[in-house]
DNA sequence: CTGGCTCTCAAACGCGGGTTTTAAACGATA
DNA sequence: TATCGTTTAAAACCCGCGTTTGAGAGCCAG
């Protein structure tokens, strides 16, 4: 995991579709993300990825070298995927309010693409609650690029410092942090926990009322 | 795990104080949650527990069990402490405000005891991230546990609504949801993050101001 | 002293895990 | 067809893991 990955000249290009490569690759690549999301990372073995991908075994130390490359592969693809789409609703917010967006569109920008992916019918859905899970449970190399890679964020906060000049800097990156606490709560499980609580009352399938939720919510939060 | 545990008949009793058994079964027993907490479930193994703690090998099945009895013991003690604590509080609340209490005091009694836990001084700042843990990487009886046992959180729900009549039931769901997730993101590693990101503006060792920070977002989030 | 009970200890067991190996099949090229 | 790099196949390897075993130490009651 330290050491450079033998297969970097493939890896490396980031915006790769899975589709274009060697099919056993890129079968395993969603398979195992599937598999990673719905059970946890270390519920898995590789002999439960190749088997439901319908591969050899050994596919995944050829191709990907180790499991935890596979596992970086996946999140660095995938968190460069929604990084790259907040980045481009806070650029176009910006845009539309001469650079200084209001709090309620910047957090629309942060919440949206997580959010719209997470819809039933989005083939992205998946990948949600593999990016939450490696927040919690992943690599060792995953958590250092979380905790080191804060530039993403970076933009949001300072959008946020420019929108509530009146607000201490400090209280500002308190109230991202909730606010990001808030995504990383929509798990699976816990949605079935406040089904079973509301007594079925409350449907996360409805994404774009729960976006409005949550906007609602958080903005109410900034401004308080 | 699916079986009854042998050792029934002393692990029964929740509230059981450690250091009153016998010497080798307290040091797993707090051993086993710093290491749980700090480095994960699934990174610990039975050796490192029992070498950390200078123990037998053999402890933590002769005294619990196996590995997930031990775990799962540690889980519901701890969680049996908290949730007695935030009802304590919750009763505490509504007797003072006639069985009606405010939205801000129901979300302090939600959120002060694990934050005061967190305290760097507290003796159970390390449960605290034991039960966070326990919600994304648990074992699946601790999953259970936490998926149908919502009489805790109905509790909290009820007051919510009773403080809040003009609003939807469901609204109210959500909203407790969202105020959930902002605890649950309190692990280390987030506020490792959230410390690179401000450059080292945010404490959060100070948590009477994360508490009134806390309570401050959330409360204007459920008045929105 | 002696029996029985609780607990500790060192050692080993069995298994599932990630990984490696070796050979064969494949595909493009000359 | 012959050749070479790439990919797949089946099998084995080896290590760490949770757990079990059986012997023994300590201790208290009879």
Chains 1, 2 share one sequence.
Do not use: C
Request: proline share 4%; no cysteine.
């Amino acid at each position: 995991m330290t050491d450079a990955p033998a297969q970097a000249d493939i890896a490396d290009e980031l915006p790769l579709d899975p589709e274009r490569e060697a099919a056993t690759k890129a079968a395993v690549f969603v398979t195992a993300e599937r598999l990673f999301a719905l059970n946890g990372f270390q519920n898995v073995s590789v002999r439960d990825i190749t088997a439901d991908a319908g591969v050899n075994l050994a596919s995944v130390n050829y191709h990907f070298g180790s499991k935890d490359a596979l596992l970086f592969e996946i999140f660095r693809r995938r968190t460069a995927e929604l990084n790259r789409e907040r980045a481009r609703m806070l650029h176009q917010a910006s845009d539309r309010h001469g650079g200084k967006p209001p709090v309620r569109e910047i957090l629309a920008a942060l919440f949206e693409p997580p959010l719209r992916w997470s819809n039933p019918a989005h083939e992205r859905r998946i990948s949600v609650q593999f990016i939450i899970r490696a927040r919690s449970e992943g690599t060792e190399a995953m958590k250092e690029v979380l905790r080191t890679d804060v530039s993403h964020l970076r933009r949001f906060a300072d959008a946020l410092i420019g929108a509530l000049p009146h607000l201490a800097r400090e209280e500002i990156y308190w109230r991202l942090h909730f606010a990001l606490g808030m995504i990383h709560n929509n798990r699976f499980a816990e949605f079935d926990r406040l089904h079973a609580l509301s007594d079925g009352l409350t449907r996360e399938s409805d994404v774009d009322a729960l976006l409005k939720r949550m906007i609602d919510f958080a903005e109410a939060g900034f401004l308080a």
